[in-house]
Structures are given as C-alpha cells and as structure tokens.
C-alpha cells in the first residue's frame, strides 16, 4: 500500500475490492500536452523561454514524453519546438504533425526525436473538414508513419475523433498504420462524449480488432469526464494517457495532469514516479505564463482544495486530518488552510490563537467567535466583486483584441468599411444539427 493512500483502521479502502478488475500497465509513460493542445487553448501562447521552463520542471517531476509543438505552425514554433528538442532534457522530446509530408519533414528537421502523426477518423471529419475519403486517409497516414519511421523517429499515430468513427475503418487504418512502422497508437475523444463505461467498450473492442502493443488515450473535457474516462483507460490497459497541466487545452481542455497522477497514487496505490510533491510548483507555473486562473475549487490545486471554513469541518480535520481530506496537502507541495468567517466555530478560533501563544477562557472565546462570524458576515465583496468582472471583461474576448484584428486587415491593405460589424454564431456556412444535446451526439 502506497505512502499515500488513506489506509488505516481508521478507513476501509474499498479500491482494494476492485483490484482484480483494473489491468492497469505495468509501466505508466505520462505523456504531457501542455505545451501542444495546453497551448491551442484560447488566448494561451508561451515564448520559447517559457515553453523551455515548462518543459524543464515537467522532465524533472519523471514526465516520459513531452509534445513541444507542431513546427508547421510558425517559423518561430519551428525553432521553439527545435530549442527544447535539443535542451538535453530527460523526457522524450516529441513533435506533431498531419498527414502531410511538409508536416513530417519539418519534425525530422526539428531534432525531436518523437512524432505524433495525426488524421481524424470520423465521417464528419472525413467528409466535411479533410474532404478525403477513406482510402485517401489510409494512404496519407502510411505515406507519413512511414517516411518518419525511415528516419529513425518513434512514431505515435493518432486519429482525431476516434470515438466516433466507424469500426471497421478505425481498424482498418490503425493495422496500415501498424504495418507502416507506427510504435505507439493514440486513440482521441475529440469532443469528450465518451463515459468511462462505453469507453470500456469501445477499448476493448479496438484491442480485440487491433492488438496494441503501446497505445494512448486522448481525452477532452467538454462533459467533464476527461479524467476519469483516460482512468477508465489504464484500468484497460492504455499505457501511454495524455494529460495537460491544469486540464488546460482546447475549449473545455485535456486531462488534468496533476488529477490523474493523484487518483492513481492516493485511490490505488500507484507509484507513478511522478515526483508529486512538485505538483503544486507546476500547477502555479503554468497558472502564471498561460494566464489561464484556476478556478478556487479546482481539484488539488485550486485555492480552496486544502481550505476549511465550516465549523465542523475544521473541528473534524483539527482532530484527524483524515475526517475531511482524501490526502495530505504536503504530498503535493501545499499546506492546508483554516479561513475564519461566517462558519467559523470554536475548534479553529482555539487553534487561530495559539499562532500566537494566546490562551482564552471560554466565555472570551464565545464572544470571539460571535465577532468573527459578525464579520465574516458583513465582509464587503466590491473586491471579489471586481476581480470577477475584471476576469469575464478579459475571458469574453482573448486573444488579439476585435479593434486591434481590423487595425491589422487595414495594415495589410484590404479595404475595410467603417459600419459596425457583428460576430455571427454559428460561423455562417457551418453546419449544425438539432440543439438537442441527445440527438447532437448521436449525429
Ligand atoms: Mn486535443
């Protein structure tokens, strides 16, 4: 039983009861996304600098693959992606790119010594988005994985959108890719619709079809199941699960890093070799030069993870950590807090003044205790207030600000009409399907 796992007489730990039903791998080889779709989140772009301090914290916490980037996007991309390939660092350096030969060139030519090669799958992607046909994309993919397994790269192949394309086909690709030279196969949640449980199914259905050897999960956000469907995932086996610091990532984001490495060692005992006491560290890192805030309630790295303020809670914890807290706060580089306010009670106000040596008599403390909740309740929130207008005033439009957009359309000479303009939403010409959200993810 690990270090970290709250297992004493004091709790029964049912995980133990499951044991036999997770086949987790033997090996967990922690691929991290932060610095390719972290940074395809929008608003969010690091420096070469930034992405070197990045990636430098995530090799020494034992991370096994960083993703760096896609050098087609920018002749600056290219030479971040190149920087960090040939930083020395001990994680394995990894570039992507599509289904494109200049794509793949440029990674050869960026000296890392990884590749993710990546097409969608799906028909809607297939028929609306790429315009390809089936046999197109199969020979596109093997054309790629092969060039790139020619020249030495260890290549993952990945599909976007996996989950939602047709069998058959998804076999039919990942076995060429296969035979092709592909080392790693990266199966995508693209627009997070799976459950853990149909997940399952469709994991173990392309295990039967396709025989994995190494293979990857991808997994989005958007319903809030990205954690616990790549869970599900190395329960099955996957070995190799995408995750971002923070969960950041397009729309709702990726996988949380720190969440998935946590579940594995305080819910079953897994030595990932993640160093997990830099956790923390890492979050706060990525908070800053992403500029994304975390949310106060964010899982093991929001402000209020290790925060108690209720009477009873604060008691409890005061007494046993174990009555209110799943682990220590230290195990990830924090330190629990007790605030005082409105719920305030007894235990924590005796503990607040011992800070200071302070003894007090019960009645004193009674009449304490009325003050702080007094003030608790009468605290001003103009302050909160702002922060979270200051907040949405920035977040409803990131990125390169509409004005400065048609300042940059005028300095490259089109002509532009000074009438009001409009956003339209959905883009006009996009298809769409009934709002229904039922009928939405079947289509
Ligand atoms: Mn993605």
Known sequence: MSAHAPSSALVENYHDRTASERHLPQHIVFWDETLRDGEQMPGVHFSTREKMQIAELLSDMGVSVINAGIPVVSAEEAKTVSAVAHAGFKAKILAAGRTVMGDVEAVIQSGASHIAIFVAASNVHLQYKLRMTQDEVVAASVACVRRAHEAGLHVAFVTEDTVRAPLDFVERLYLAATEAGADRLVVSDTVGIMTPLTFRWFLREFHRRVKPKDWSVHCHNDLGLAVANTLTALEEGVNAPHTCVNGLGERAGNTSFEELVMDLETLYGVRTGIRTERLYELSQLVEGLAGVPLPPNKALVGYNSFAHEA???????????????????????????????????????????????????????TQLLERVKREGEGEGKQDVNELVRTYRAHFVNPGIKDAEFWELVKASGIPVPDAPFTNSSPPSGAKTVDPSPHKGARS
């Open 311 to 365: 009477g009873i809670h604060s008691h409890g914890v005061l007494r046993h950590t174990l009555t209110y807290e799943p682990l220590q706060p230290e195990v990830i580089g924090r330190h629990r807090l007790f605030v005082l306010g409105k719920h305030t009670g007894r235990a924590a106000l005796i503990e607040k003044l011992k800070e200071r040596h302070v003894s007090a008599t019960d009645e004193q403390v």
